[in-house]
């Protein structure tokens, strides 16, 4: 009978959940860098945290190979040291790994957040969580003096030097497990306030809840592990013992990183089924969201919209600060004339300004790089040249005399509703 091992176990989680990482990550990055070229801070921690865990997956697969989830006793002399030298290195990986996966969820919140309240419980949040990382992290490199006493320490030329008693690991362990449990249900709580107010369907708002609050699924896995953290203190048989903290750490991480991807997905997805191919007024291709870069407003009124035509179709929004307003554009003779073209003659004192009109809340007529507009012609050129046909007949004296025609006026008018602070959230 062969002996017992867990190897196997371990190695199959870690290829699973290195590729299904993989996958939602490459599909963010196209997704956030080609589809709505936003990428922001969140997706550079987000990769960075990708490629650590790659890093984190192939020390924990090698572990395996020199005898990771076996019994000490069943392993050659020369194997557990290699062995425990690729657990040491994985351990660091991990939390270093998880400390930018969390921090990519909360400015990725933060930029939808709308009161201040959220916006400062996230911070608390990530800090509480970021510093407690960066604890663990050197308590955990540092446990050993030598370092190198960690994994040397079961070879026959132990250096000499000094380790910390099992059990404080395994206690700050504890700790960093629970902090990471609030830190991910804080993350998935958060987004159902988010979206309480804004104006969309209850099917549309439990889906957006559903998808940001993803990440509880990776704290499902950091609960089922706390049972076993007690196993960091079995230092004679430890390869085998602390098997299933090596598969939860790995199932937490590998979770955590899809979930953060998925919540990005929704463009990639309406793209790829079709949803919001066309609009009505804006040709064959919906109108490209407001960007979400790290330069985009992140205070006043949320907006979300959907250009779809089917039942997908929705608007999402919170009128903090009624920042709305609506543009009047008059085109005469094919040549437009509106308020944002009108705001330096104003200064100057030019006449045209009487030609364009602005009529909306505090917000209405800032301009903005990225803006969500519904425009919609309220008279096309026909209807526009008999609704001033009189108009334009009782002034054919004064157009004969100065040698213009008797045809009337050719004029179309365009509102614009705009919002003029839009963030995207999904």
């Known amino acids: 009978m062969g002996a017992e091992t867990r ?17 939602a990550t490459a599909l963010r990055i196209y997704c956030r860098g080609w589809i709505i070229k936003a990428f922001g801070m969140d997706d550079w921690l987000a990769v960075g945290s990708q490629i650590l865990f790659i890093v984190f997956c192939s020390y924990e697969i090698t572990g395996v190979k020199y005898g990771t989830g076996q019994h000490n006793a069943d392993l050659p002399a020369d194997s557990v040291p290699q062995a425990m030298h690729m657990w040491w290195t994985c351990e660091p990986l991990y939390v270093l790994t998880n400390m930018m996966i969390k921090a990519s969820i909360a400015i990725f919140l933060m930029r939808i957040c709308v009161h201040r309240m959220h916006t400062l419980v996230i911070w608390i949040t990530i800090g509480v969580t970021e510093l407690y990382s960066l604890f663990f ?37 504890y700790g960093y497990s629970a902090i990471s449990c609030w830190t991910d249900w804080t993350y998935s709580i958060l987004p159902i306030f988010l979206v309480w107010n804004l104006q969309m369907s209850k099917r549309i708002k439990v889906s957006v809840v559903l998808i940001l609050a993803a990440g509880v699924i990776a704290s499902s896995a950091t609960i ?36 953060s991807a998925v919540a990005t997905l929704r463009p990639l997805l309406r793209s790829f089924f079709g949803e919001g191919s066309s609009a009505p007024g804006n040709g064959t291709s919906a109108r490209q969201w407001p960007r979400t870069g790290s330069n985009h407003p992140t205070k006043g ?67 903005m790089d990225d803006w969500n507009s519904s425009q919609s012609n309220l008279a096309d050129q026909a209807s526009g040249q008999q609704q001033y046909q009189n108009k334009g007949g009782s002034n054919n004296n004064n157009n004969n ?5 008797n045809n009337g006026w050719n004029i179309t008018i365009k509102k614009s509703i705009v919002h003029t602070r839009g963030v995207e959230m999904l």
């Open 401 to 405: 005399n100065n040698g213009g025609n």
């Open 137 to 173: 992290f050197l308590l955990f490199v540092l446990q050993c003096r030598p370092t190198s006493l960690f994994w040397l320490r079961y070879s026959d030329n132990a250096p000499d030097g000094t380790c910390l008693d099992a059990s404080v690991v395994s206690d700050c362990f």
């Open 224 to 259: 089922v592990r706390f049972p076993y953290l007690h196993t960091l203190t079995e230092v004679d048989d430890f390869l085998f013992a602390t098997a299933d903290v090596a598969i939860w750490s790995t199932v937490e991480t590998g979770i955590g990183i899809t979930a």
């Open 301 to 367: 009124a949320t907006y979300l919209r959907s250009n779809a035509v089917d039942d997908e179709a929705f608007d999402m929004h919170d009128n903090v600060g009624k920042r709305i307003g609506v543009t009047t554009v008059i085109d005469h003779g094919g040549k437009a004339v509106n308020d944002f073209d009108l705001e330096a003659a104003k200064s100057s004192g030019d006449d045209a300004s009487q030609a364009s009109g602005s009529d909306g809340g505090s917000g209405g007529g800032s301009r």
């Open 7 to 23: 190897g196997p176990q371990i190695a199959a989680v870690t290829w699973t959940l290195m590729f299904m990482s993989t996958v």
